[in-house]
Every structure is written in structure tokens, then in C-alpha cells.
């Protein structure tokens, strides 16, 4: 008979992957001033003004 | 910067949260802002075959006495649904309109989302925030 001590079995409780992604972690501290600013720039927002909305939140 | 737009088949819908990129300050050693998650509340075509998005930023860091004013993700649930790590508050306030395109939207992981669409806001945080954006009207603060 084998005396030696046998370590235990390990066996992870999921084997799948999980059924929804795994969230993305990350911090993300609030959005300032300065960066609005950045997107008035980058992005003017009067090229929206006459946008055709296809969906909305209501 | 080039910038390319994604194709409409890849366009939100309304209440799905998204991963928003932000430009870097052109500041000389002044350090580029990272990604916020955002909510998407419009998606229009501003011309034939060009579309952007209305949504609100979201932060997992926010002052106790906007969080009334707010919409606020904690249960873990609808964490999960969304797509967050943590706690998260879409700041109603701090509302863009954004062309939909890979200058201002990316997937955090591509492995994972195919798309910049990380997830949704379900029926009851949607009951939520309908309550929070009418608190918002009648203290007279803007929504988006």
C-alpha cells in the first residue's frame, strides 16, 4: 500500500467561461471642466443641432 | 488624427453603456485623461451616413451631495449588466454628444467586447433613472 501522502485533488468550481465578460476594471475619477472643454474642441457640438435622432431615451 | 467611424450596425442603443475615449491635452507633460464608461441616451444622424451619440460620463468617484441628483449603479447585479467593476455614477450633468467613431469610442477589451458597448441599464435601474431625471426637473438642473 502507498503510504505517502497524497495531496488533494484541485478542482476549480468553473471550468466554463463565464456566461457574461467579466466587467473591465478599471478608476475612473469625475469628468472635469477642463476635459468638456477638450470635447467642445475636438468634437463642436452646433454640427448636432439639426441631427435627425433614431432613438432616445424616454 | 484620422479617426474611423464604426458602422452603423455597431450604433447603441439608448440605455446601453459604452467606453468612451477622451482626447489628451496637448499641454506638454500634462498627462492624457484615461476612458470613462458612458450612458447612452440618443443616437442620431447628424449627416447622411454619420452618426453620434448623446451620453453621459460616468465616475466611480463622486461627491456625496451630487449623488441625489445622479444616477447611481451599486447593486451588483446591475454592476455586472452594465459592464462596470464598481460603483458608478453617470453624471446627468456632464452631457456630450459624440461622433461615433474609434477617436472617441473603444472597446476596453476586444477579447471581450467586440464593440465599444460594454453593457446595459435594465428595466429597474431605467425605472431609477427616470425618477432621478425628473427629481433633476423639478430642482431645475438640466438632464440630458
Keep these: 500500500m502507498n503510504d505517502q501522502f497524497r495531496a488533494p485533488k484541485v478542482v476549480p468550481i468553473n471550468r466554463g467561461k463565464p456566461l457574461t465578460p467579466e466587467p473591465f476594471e478599471a478608476d475612473y475619477g469625475p469628468v472635469t471642466d477642463d476635459m468638456l472643454k477638450l470635447i467642445d474642441e475636438h468634437c463642436p457640438q452646433e454640427q448636432f443641432k439639426d441631427a435627425k435622432v433614431l432613438k432616445r431615451f424616454i | ?144
Design chain 2, 1 to 144: 488624427m484620422t479617426e474611423t467611424a464604426y458602422p452603423a450596425s455597431t450604433l447603441p442603443e439608448p440605455m446601453d453603456v459604452v467606453w468612451c475615449r477622451f482626447p489628451y491635452d496637448e499641454t506638454p507633460g500634462k498627462p492624457g485623461d484615461i476612458a470613462h464608461p458612458a450612458l447612452v441616451f440618443e443616437v442620431m444622424e447628424y449627416r447622411e451616413g454619420k452618426y453620434a451619440v448623446r451620453v453621459a460620463f460616468g465616475t466611480s468617484n463622486m461627491d456625496r451631495g451630487d449623488k441625489a441628483m445622479n444616477f447611481q449603479v451599486s447593486n451588483f447585479a446591475a454592476q455586472r449588466a452594465a459592464g462596470l467593476a464598481k460603483e458608478t455614477f453617470f453624471d446627468l450633468g456632464r452631457v456630450k454628444t459624440l461622433v461615433w467613431t474609434d477617436r472617441w469610442f473603444e472597446s476596453p477589451d476586444p477579447k471581450r467586447w467586440s464593440t465599444p458597448v460594454i453593457g446595459q441599464i435594465g428595466a429597474d435601474g431605467q425605472e431609477y433613472l427616470r425618477a432621478v431625471l425628473e427629481r433633476r426637473k423639478g430642482a431645475g438642473l438640466t438632464v440630458p
